[in-house]
DNA sequence: AAACAAAATACTGTATGCAGCATACTTGTG
DNA sequence: CACAAGTATGCTGCATACAGTATTTTGTTT
């Protein structure tokens, strides 16, 4: 009955790529991130070994080593002898890192302006004409999916293995207060105004005027973002 | 016998503060990454659970637990079934992180000088004073910590904990470098040039110049320690 | 009835044992 | 003598068992 569970758990792990087969570890990990990301485990929330272990059919023994990798991931705390509990974000950390992330990504717009080639350039601006389409349907899953995925590659343009690690650390944290904080139509417009002039630098490959939207953007998502903490 | 390690390990610790008392997993974690740092554990270096398990005195359970800790910081890698291994930076990946760095002390001392009080910029402005003896005396090993603190202070002084906290995780991995790369005389007193730019441009509160004084001074650092690689 | 103390329960922290896999060594063959 | 295959050793990955500590519940006293 455990190993069903355990099976299953392997399963949902994408494994393609020859290189690194998929482990237990990565999988408890991915697992009880995403039920924090989609608020089955809610900030402040203990973590039983026991019964999470039982529910994802896992002994203690790698969920202990998968939550140790989550408090260094900054999304569990740790109290000695009271086990791990879900990190709560005052308001101002949002903030706090949402500045950082502004800083990176600004970053990452002015080394993907001077390191990204034409093609990935191309492919970028594709993302962002299905993510307009997405827009003109007002259809918002598959809309924000592909927003992600804009802000993901201009940082993997950047060529900056270092940039992006820290990047996802810092967004890992904010993915569920993003995952809640769905904006009104009129902000959304505004968003999109942004994505419009973001592709627009990019391809122009004019550093300065892409990062600067990149950070202010940011900014922004920090007033739509803010009332839903 | 065991548990003399043990021992030895937990009054490593700082016990101070009475909030959080010292877990055998902080010492851990603490001691693996010094002896990564000093270069006790060299890059490439397999950790073998039971050989360092006795060596600090402890059980492969807890061991294990830091190891995976150390590896969300970055310092190790993991490949399944083969275990730890310290991990090889190549000088592409010190470059990208000391531009990353750089950027993150440029925003932290642009927050700096609108966060910080008068009585912690004149903090900072002793930890100088001191520094400045030392390289006066040519006193590496003290100009070299006072000058870690002083950046640190400027992160600190943000006082955004987010931005503190991707500092330290960046600023751990190259530590190792750093420790080695010791710069010859005519490029310190570059440095401590930056650093009297630096004290001013905080005095004064300019925030565009003191960030920017600090992007190019980890630019200068790349050039120091690039040969070290 | 309320508050405090004591005991029982339950959870975390650590050690140990076992199974599976990777690697190294040895032996046999071309 | 070299190379390949099979075997043996050793290490990692996971589960379980035990010890220590926090928490809760119950009983007693004011």
């Known amino acids: 009955m455990a190993y069903e569970a355990t099976a299953l ?14 482990t ?11 039920m924090i990301i989609e608020g089955e485990l809610t900030p402040g929330a203990r ?12 002994s203690r023994t790698p969920l202990r080593e998968a939550l140790k990798f ?20 005052s308001a101002k950390d949002v903030h706090d890192s949402l500045i950082v992330l502004g800083n990176l990504e600004g970053l990452a717009g002015r080394l993907a302006c001077e390191h990204a080639t034409d093609a990935e350039i191309r492919e970028v601006r594709q993302l962002h004409d ?18 992600q995925s804009i802000h993901s590659a201009i940082l993997r343009l950047s ?27 009129e902000k959304w417009a ?15 490959r004019d550093a300065d005027r892409l990062s600067k939207i990149l ?8 007033e739509r973002v803010r009332n839903a903490i």
Do not use: C
């Not at 991931?73 to 990190?87: F, N």
């Not at 942004?194 to 391809?203: P, S, T």
């Open 190 to 204: 505004g968003a999109v105004a942004d994505h419009e002039d973001m592709i627009g630098a990019l391809e122009a």
């Open 24 to 34: 237990l570890h990565d999988a408890i990990v991915a697992r009880v991130r995403d």
């Open 130 to 147: 299905r993510m307009m389409d997405m827009y003109e349907k007002r259809d918002r899953l598959p809309y924000f999916k592909l927003n």
């Open 215 to 222: 950070t202010t953007h940011m900014e922004k998502t920090w």
């Open 159 to 185: 060529k900056n293995e270092a940039l992006v690690s820290v990047h996802n650390v810092l967004q890992a944290r904010l993915k569920r207060i993003r995952y809640i904080g769905n904006e009104g139509p």
């Open 70 to 89: 989550l408090v260094s991931e900054g999304l569990l705390e740790l109290s000695p002898g009271r086990g791990a509990v879900v990190r709560q974000f």
């Open 47 to 58: 973590l039983h070994e026991g019964n999470l272990g039982k529910m994802l059919g896992v």
């Open 9 to 22: 758990l392997i399963d949902d792990f994408d494994s393609r790529g020859p290189i690194a087969r998929p």
